[in-house]
């Protein structure tokens, strides 16, 4: 059984108006709905990829929560700022660190009580 439904409708991806044979009807033409689809593939893949970055970021948060002696990466994770900012507080002596033959190590105490002041 067909139905006569004959609907004015204005389309979701272009904004032209149509007439939609079904109630349901978002798109004017197959080309559209296509690239509709395209679009909602895109965004899953952007938010799937938005969600691992915050998840691997928290994890590399709670591994440097956890210790008592940061490296550099794990420092700058704790605390939330970039590479030079970590460098420029060195700079000024804001920030102790502790250098063990080519590895630099900060102390968890001192970088809590810089935050604290």
Do not use: H, P
């Amino acid at each position: 059984m067909s139905s006569n439904i004959r609907i004015t409708r204005i389309c979701q991806l272009c904004g032209n108006s149509f007439t939609a044979k079904t109630t349901v009807t978002k798109y004017c033409g197959d080309n559209c709905a296509k690239k509709a689809y395209k679009l909602r593939m895109k965004e899953e893949k952007i938010q799937k990829s938005l969600t691992e970055t915050a998840t691997t970021i928290n994890q590399d948060w709670m591994v440097a929560n956890q210790k008592t002696f940061l490296n550099v990466k794990e420092t700058c994770v704790f605390m939330g700022i970039s590479r030079t900012t970590l460098w420029r507080l060195v700079k000024r002596d804001s920030l102790d660190v502790k250098n063990i033959g080519r590895k630099r190590i900060f102390r968890k105490s001192d970088i809590e009580s810089f935050l604290n002041q």
